[in-house]
């Protein structure tokens, strides 16, 4: 299939409506902040409209967690960078509220105007040929990884580099499951969503819906202590002092987070525990997507899926090829080796994930309040990339540039390094601080930062008294 041509793609920035059949008032963004909170609803700003998303939270394809974030708030560029241009056509006016008494920000003003010149210049349009090579180059991985274990299934050697490969395997191929979480490769929900399932239910194992929901939240309100899923690791984690002298309610998982004694004593020890975690966190996500198809807490039985029969079918797609893999090796010990190796190598996914925001700045609640905390200043301020020559992009799925991604959700990844010089520039015009590193350099920051927030935790004498203490 030839590649997407301008006019073809569906992926545009959206333009926002203009005109409706009824006299609507005009607010102010602080009264749109202070009705929110007065009568619980769900009142978003969109450009020059006030929206009520209430009667609609619960059917949003991304999740309730954006909308519920963003109440009260600017969601300009968030809908801007993260809906095609028919969503602000055939269903934004429908929840019209109240016009807006515009104050812009210069900065967004012209962020728009780059946005405009990036899609112009075809950034936004998807070349299927360099997804059709990653899937063989991909699913080449699956074959050799499957021919060795299968046809040397008693040489510990020759399972290493089999276990090895699929570690791999599952670490690249989950990029096109992020990238059709973005709905970044057809730009149909329906048909990026179809291929999600193939990519994450069944050659991952990890649920795209559940994805979906916490990856959404995630890119809405980056590295907030309360909103964000992905900074929010208690009991092994705690990236803020704010985790450790709590506690933290999270607006996520409606819940307070558990700090305990266990707690104190594991983050106090982080920054040796990170790479060792990062060799299994690959299970958590495995119970998450579980725990989300059954609907058990914090995921509700009422929220939007995309046909929850086929995830459930796809997850045990990935259980019987896997059981199926490991039943040709030769006994329980070398079964245990091989998926503990292949799940450590693909623990690399976890610290590239975790590499562009444990050592960024953090905040309380949401921002989005005012010019000072918009959303280019606040994506930036959150997100780091790195820096890595281009014969190395590969090994990091375009994940090494966060920032670019955060501001352009659903620009292909193949465009993203030439929309990063376009986001240099920019920063520079405005004063604005982009950040980047290395990737050996952010592994440091990312070790440093743990270790500081670590002497946030008690110390062991003091846990020691608590749980004496308890004990009675």
């Not at 998807?126 to 063989?136: D, F, G």
């Amino acid at each position: 299939m030839a590649p997407l041509t301008h006019d073809q793609v569906t992926q545009e920035q959206p333009s926002l409506p203009t005109g409706t059949s009824r006299q609507l008032p005009y607010m102010t963004r602080e009264q749109v902040a202070a009705e929110s909170q007065r009568l619980s609803r769900d009142l978003v700003t969109i450009g020059d409209g006030v929206y009520d998303l209430s009667q609609w939270v619960d059917r949003h394809p991304g999740g309730i967690i954006p909308i519920r974030s963003l109440r009260g708030r600017d969601a300009t560029q968030a809908f801007r960078g993260m809906h095609a241009q028919w969503v602000a056509d055939k269903l934004l006016n429908k929840f019209i509220y109240a016009k807006l008494t515009r104050d812009d920000d210069i900065i967004d003003k012209e962020f728009k105007e780059l946005t405009k010149k990036i899609m112009k210049e075809g950034l936004f349009e998807t070349s299927y040929v360099y997804y059709y090579k990653k899937m063989i180059i991909y699913l080449s991985m699956l074959f050799v990884s499957v021919y060795l274990a299968v046809n040397y299934n008693d040489n510990l050697a020759i399972l290493s580099i089999s276990a090895l490969i699929l570690g791999l395997f599952w670490q690249q191929v989950a990029f096109i499951g992020h990238d059709t979480g973005h709905n970044g490769i057809t730009h149909s929900r329906k048909l990026d969503s179809i291929i999600g399932i193939v990519v994450g239910n069944i050659l991952t194992g990890i649920d795209i819906g559940w994805w979906k929901r916490s990856h959404n939240a995630h890119h809405v309100v980056p590295n907030s202590i309360e909103s964000d899923p992905d900074i929010q690791h208690l009991p092994v984690f705690a990236v803020d002092e704010s985790y450790l002298t709590g506690p933290v309610y999270s607006t996520y998982f409606n819940r307070v987070l558990p700090l305990s004694a266990v707690a104190h004593l594991l983050c106090s020890y982080q920054h040796y525990l990170y790479y060792p975690i990062m060799a299994v966190a690959r299970i958590n996500l495995y119970i998450q997507s579980y725990l989300y198809l059954l609907g058990v807490h914090p995921y509700t039985p009422n929220e939007q899926w995309y046909n929850r029969r086929l995830q459930f079918l796809g997850l045990g797609l990935f259980l019987l090829w896997v059981s199926l893999l490991l039943s040709y090796i030769d006994g329980v010990f070398y079964r245990l080796l091989y998926i503990m190796l292949a799940h450590a190598v693909a623990g690399l996914l976890h610290v590239q994930i975790t590499l562009s925001h444990f050592s960024m700045d953090t905040y309380h609640g949401i921002p989005y309040s005012d010019a000072s905390n918009g959303w280019v200043r606040t994506q930036l301020a959150t997100t780091l990339d790195i820096d890595c020559p281009p014969w190395m992009e590969w090994f990091h799925g375009g994940l090494h540039l966060q920032a670019v991604h955060h501001l352009w959700p659903r620009l292909p990844r193949h465009n993203l390094s030439r929309a990063r010089r376009e986001l240099v520039a920019f920063a520079d015009r405005h004063g604005l601080v982009y950040k980047s590193a290395g990737f050996l350099q952010g592994n440091m920051m990312t070790i440093e930062r743990l270790r500081e927030k670590s002497k946030s935790a008690k110390q062991f004498s003091g846990i020691l008294y608590d749980l004496w203490f308890a004990l009675g």
